[in-house]
């Protein structure tokens, strides 16, 4: 008798990007009950809200606000102020 070989689909790989309450705290190293302690906090410090219809944070967003708080600076954004501050000196000169 052979075992049978289950093919892996794509979407059993890939980490969701919605996170409901519960994966939040694990993603953040946090226990349920703590994050739902700290929440009103964290979202007084900007950090992301749940989706009004899916119930879930966005786990990119998350991550653009934690790497803000500690002055991390994405790359994108660092271009785009470049940018902005560019198209400022060449309209003032």
Do not use: Q
Not at 77 to 89: A, R
């Amino acid at each position: 008798m052979t075992a049978s070989r289950r093919r892996t689909r794509f979407w059993e790989l890939a980490t969701p990007r919605l996170l409901n309450e519960e994966e939040t705290a694990h993603y953040l190293g946090m226990s349920r009950t703590s994050f739902a302690r700290s929440i009103d906090e964290l979202e007084k410090n900007n950090f992301p809200r749940r989706h009004p219809v899916l119930k879930k944070r966005d786990r990119h967003t998350i991550d653009v606000c934690l790497d803000r708080a500690y002055g991390i600076i994405d790359e994108t954004e660092l271009v785009n102020s470049l940018v902005v501050d560019l198209i400022k000196k060449i309209g003032n000169g």
